[in-house]
């Protein structure tokens, strides 16, 4: 059982940027994992933002690619968001997600384990 818990979202104005964070805990090392963010607008299907496999290869949806940047620190057990040159359509709930899947794939199916959520709010 894999729990995930996202910290840092809050509200910035257009072109600010903020890091979100996602603890993971529960992971066993060796074992292939896919790990991600994915955001929810209000009336709008969840979408992918970026994922990482276990190799750290990134994608990111065309959206958010040269503003959004994912990382991870294994000795923290955190994954990251950093988010630069915000927009309000950026506003979303943003998700921490994994998958013990082979291939990474945006595909909200996939996803076995999902964190509770952090909002992220963007004025203009």
């Known amino acids: 059982q894999v729990q995930l818990v996202e910290s840092g979202g809050g509200s910035v104005q257009a072109g600010g940027s903020l890091r979100l964070s996602c603890g993971v805990f529960g992971y066993t090392y060796g074992s292939n994992y896919c790990i991600g963010w994915f955001r929810q607008a209000p009336g709008m299907e969840r979408d992918r933002v970026a994922i990482?496999?276990?190799?750290?290869?990134?994608t990111y949806a065309d959206a958010v690619k040269g503003r959004f940047t994912i990382s991870r620190e294994n000795a923290k057990n955190t994954l990251y968001l950093q988010m630069n040159s915000l927009k309000p359509e950026d506003t979303a709930m943003y998700y921490c997600?994994?998958?013990?899947?082979?291939?990474?794939?945006?595909?909200?199916?996939?996803?076995?384990?999902w964190g509770q959520g952090t909002q992220v709010t963007v004025s203009s």
């Open positions: 990482m496999n276990m190799d750290g290869i990134a």
């Open positions: 997600a994994w998958s013990w899947k082979w291939t990474c794939s945006s595909r909200i199916a996939d996803y076995n384990y």
